[in-house]
């Protein structure tokens, strides 16, 4: 087949490309690279099949490439920090890209999946279900440009499906994190590993369930194939944790249990206390389970960084030695 991936460049999107690759596909990476890098695509780019485009999807564009089968349409910043910091780019990546998109799926009569988020429910208590239509969700707050954006997104992609006919999926994810968050990201799982001292924004009470991004790219695959056109959860539910604990965890893992935790106020109000998904849904009619546990998961994460910093080192050293001849 072949498929297009926007936001190809990111977290989930490297992965995916990486995937779709090994399994025979040809991939078009889409991606405007505002919060991601090159750098991610760097097993990508020697494969014959691989073709990125660097281009906001914001502006409607087509392809003079032929046919797409499938579109993963992943772009939008997901890190408060980086939605925080254009809103209205945010918006508008989420709506007007999403229109984009779907536009070319009725040129191209492709299938194509949302990349929509656990935010969409607001503030609740976990589990949270399909079903749940999302209450105590604040449209004004400094997060509405993402979580309204996201829900305006979902909205677009059924208004098509109804009107258009066109074959939508729709999965919300749940705190993805893994190999490839950039440094500047700030998420918490990020800025663990990174930062010292670790700073818990809030009492540390406030309960996150992580999602290594393999078993996500592994959902997102599953659900693109199925035939389900609702909205699906993609998280564990295995990796419910508490952010103190999750602090405590970072720490052991990377031998700094003597390390100081701080804490800050809460940077936004309107952050939701728990956020767990319930996966029956994933897991009876995607035959989809998470296989990598919370631990096993920020162990690899804490690698990649290891293994950047030191290539980081290594590069600097070269140049340093290339400039003093």
């Not at 503030?123 to 999302?134: D, H, L």
């Not at 944790?241 to 602090?247: H, V």
């Not at 162990?299 to 030695?321: C, H, M, V, W």
Request: charged residues 25%; contains cysteine.
């Amino acid at each position: 087949m072949k498929i297009m991936v926007t936001g190809g460049a990111g977290l989930i999107g490297a992965p995916l490309c990486e995937r779709l690759l090994e399994q025979g596909h040809s991939v078009v990476c889409v991606d405007n690279l505002f919060n991601s890098t090159m750098n991610n695509l760097t097993n990508c780019l020697a494969n014959f099949k691989f073709q990125f485009i660097e281009h906001d999807i914001c502006s409607p564009f087509l392809i003079l490439a032929g046919k797409f089968d499938r579109i993963y349409h992943l772009a939008c910043p997901a890190s408060p920090v980086h939605y925080q910091n254009d809103p209205v780019q945010t918006m508008k990546t989420s709506i007007y890209g999403s229109f984009n998109m779907l536009e070319l799926c009725q040129k191209y009569d492709a299938r194509i999946l949302f990349t929509s988020s656990s935010e969409v429910y607001g503030n609740i208590r976990t589990p949270i279900k399909e079903t749940y239509y999302g209450e105590n969700v604040d449209t004004l707050g400094p997060r509405a440009c993402y979580v309204e954006s996201k829900r305006a997104g979902e909205s677009l992609f059924m208004a098509f499906k109804r009107q258009f006919n066109i074959d939508i999926r729709i999965a919300r994810l749940f705190n993805i994190y893994g190999p490839r968050m950039s440094e500047d990201d700030g998420r918490v799982v990020p800025n663990f590993i990174l930062k010292r001292p670790i700073t818990i924004y809030g009492d540390g009470y406030q309960e996150r369930s992580f999602c290594y991004v393999d078993d996500c790219v592994d959902g997102l695959i599953k659900l693109m194939e199925s035939n389900i056109t609702t909205p699906i959860n993609i998280g564990d539910p295995s990796g419910n944790i508490s952010i103190f604990d999750l602090a405590e965890e970072v720490l052991k893992l990377m031998g700094d249990e003597d390390d100081q935790i701080v804490y800050e106020k809460k940077r936004s109000q309107d952050e939701p206390n728990q956020r767990c998904p319930d996966i029956s849904q994933a897991q009876r009619l995607l035959l989809w389970i998470p296989r990598v546990d919370l631990i096993d998961g920020l162990q690899k994460t804490i690698n990649y960084y290891k293994e950047k910093r030191l290539l980081k080192s290594e590069i600097f050293y070269a140049k340093n030695i290339n400039t003093n001849r």
